[in-house]
């Protein structure tokens, strides 16, 4: 059974001079899984809901790589709110978690790391449904 407390924050590795800031990763290596997918979502309205699933299988990496919004993650019986604003910090969110991205600052940019390619069949997207699922 997942629990909110396995979604953690992960920080990669940064590297800052005068010319700015990099943050870089390596699948498998300073993330807890192996990456297969990677996308993004963009001009999203400040008052948009994004997300509103879990996935059966699917880890997520989630960061804000520009502004900042947050996440509630739900297990079915515990609830937490987790507010992202530096690129170089993400949430790992373990399958079988709820997630709904709220509260997105103006240019907020998600970018998504996962385990797994878009399979539809991986989402749970009935918050009924997942509360059934979650034995609750």
């Known amino acids: 059974m997942a629990n909110i407390d396995d979604c953690k924050i992960i920080e990669l590795n940064k ?3 005068h010319k700015g800031s990099l943050t870089f ?3 498998g290596n300073s993330t807890p899984f192996d990456i297969k997918r990677i996308y993004f979502t963009y001009d999203i309205p400040t008052a948009a ?7 059966i299988e699917q880890h997520e990496l989630v960061f804000a790589a520009s502004g900042s919004f947050e996440i509630v993650i739900d297990d079915g019986k515990k609830k937490k709110t987790v507010f992202l604003n530096n690129p170089a910090k993400g949430l790992h969110i373990v399958p079988g978690i709820w997630r709904e991205l709220i ?3 103006t240019a907020s940019v998600v970018l998504v790391m996962a385990s797994d390619v878009y399979l539809d069949s991986d989402y749970i997207k009935d918050y009924k449904e997942f509360i059934n699922d979650a034995g609750n």
């Not at 809901?49 to 996935?55: D, F, L, P, S, V």
């Open 49 to 55: 809901e994004r997300g509103g699933h879990a996935h």
């Open 25 to 27: 990763t390596e699948s």
């Open 103 to 105: 509260s997105f600052s």
């Open 15 to 17: 590297k800052g001079s």
